[in-house]
């Protein structure tokens, strides 16, 4: 078995594949980690048959979708999956082929609705339904404490003792454990009476992933991070540095329509002599009226230097050819002890 457990903060991700066939299957894939996947994958000489979430992920931004693009892969994710870009959805027990490889679908609902675990020969993907020493929380949407102890004590922990257990999350570094250590060892498996089990579960007090609204927006619709759209927006669009900035304004060299995209308290409070001031939010319904010369050169500045990278793009998509976005905002530009106007 081609086996390479990838980690990135305390996400464990998987490529598992069929040493014969070099067909593979990548297992909760994340979005920092995309290049790495790729890396693995021309360097393995694989095949990426599927790309497999082993539920809907509240914590981290799943990189399935793109991934599954990028690889020509179907995603496969449970049959209750929200995901509207999921390929192929799977019921307990279905078994997905990968070369001479079966990985074999278990529904083990509790952490969430769509929860799955994935055996394949000596080991298990539990997602986020067992994790080593301690089990998913089921207090985020679609959770269930009463539904996990029955993926628990009434599915999954039935696997021969010895089956290796790769799990979604561990955050001390560990990679892998077995379902007869998990027994023995794991606290929460130690209340084995359903009552007790789920009162546990009910009280753990547990602060909300930082990401948590975003993260189920973006792998519940597919929609794009705002990390993405920057970074989309970055790609689009050129930038110029402060100092340039401040060297053209001194030389007062030709054309340039400094776009000053903040609020009008914030432009009031100091601004880049000269600047035109028209916020965010108007930018598409002014722009006629603000800037009738598309073939001008436009510099858009905000505060950080990132709604100004969005406004530029915004403004190349309309036609503006030239429009340009400032390498900082202008918290960085006063920093820099470059000049201001009220
Ligand atoms: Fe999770």
Same mark, same amino acid.
């Given at each position: 078995m081609i086996f390479e457990q990838i980690a990135a903060g305390g996400c464990q991700s998987y490529?598992?594949?069929?040493?014969?066939?070099?067909?593979?299957?990548?297992?909760?894939?994340?979005?920092?980690?995309?290049?790495?996947y790729r890396m693995l994958v021309n360097q393995l000489g694989v095949h990426i048959r599927y790309v497999v979430d082993t539920h809907t992920h509240a914590d981290h931004f799943s990189?399935?979708?793109?991934?599954?693009?990028?690889?020509?892969?179907?995603?496969?994710?449970?049959?209750?999956?929200?995901?509207?870009?999921?390929?192929?959805r799977l019921d307990d027990g279905d078994m997905l082929i990968v070369g001479e490889l079966r990985l074999k679908a278990m529904h083990t609902?509790?952490?969430?609705?769509?929860?799955?675990?994935?055996?394949?020969?000596?080991?298990?993907?539990?997602?986020?339904?067992?994790?080593?020493?301690?089990?998913?929380?089921?207090?985020l949407p679609t959770g269930d404490p009463h539904a996990l102890y029955e993926s628990l004590f009434e599915k999954l922990l039935k696997l021969p003792p010895e089956t +290796?257990?790769?799990? =979604?999350?561990?955050?001390?570094?560990? !990679?892998?454990?077995?379902?007869?250590?998990? %027994?023995?060892? @794991?606290?929460?498996?130690?209340?084995?009476?359903?009552t007790a089990f789920v009162d546990m579960m009910q009280h753990l007090d547990l602060a909300a992933p930082t990401h948590l609204t975003e993260a189920l927006r973006t792998n519940m619709s597919g929609?794009?991070?705002?990390?993405?759209? +920057?970074?989309?927006? =970055?790609?689009?669009?050129?930038?110029? !540095?402060?100092?340039?900035?401040?060297?053209? %304004?001194?030389? @007062?060299?030709?054309?340039l329509v400094i776009?000053?995209?903040?609020?009008?308290?914030a432009y009031d409070k100091g601004h880049i002599a000269g600047a035109v001031h028209l916020p965010r939010g108007q930018l598409e319904l002014r722009t006629n009226s603000v800037l009738p010369d598309p073939t001008v050169k436009i510099i858009t500045c905000c505060e950080f230097g990132k709604i100004s990278t969005l406004a530029a793009a915004t403004l190349r998509d309309l036609g503006y050819m030239r429009a340009t976005a400032l390498d900082g905002g202008m918290k960085a530009w006063s920093e820099a002890g470059y000049p201001l106007e009220q």
């Open positions: 490529l598992v594949g069929c040493e014969t066939t070099r067909a593979a299957v990548l297992i909760d894939p994340e979005q920092s980690r995309i290049e790495h990189a399935s979708r793109g991934l599954g693009k990028a690889l020509q892969a179907p995603v496969v994710m449970h049959r209750l999956s929200p995901a509207p870009f999921a390929d192929l609902p509790g952490h969430t609705r769509d929860s799955l675990c994935l055996v394949a020969e000596d080991r298990v993907f539990t997602g986020d339904t067992l994790l080593i020493g301690g089990t998913g929380r089921t207090d +290796l257990v790769f799990p =979604a999350h561990d955050y001390k570094g560990r !990679s892998h454990s077995t379902i007869g250590i998990e %027994i023995a060892d @794991n606290p929460r498996l130690q209340k084995v009476e359903r929609g794009r991070t705002v990390a993405q759209m +920057l970074a989309e927006a =970055a790609r689009e669009v050129p930038f110029m !540095s402060l100092a340039e900035l401040n060297d053209r %304004i001194g030389r @007062n060299s030709g054309a776009l000053d995209v903040r609020e009008k308290d």
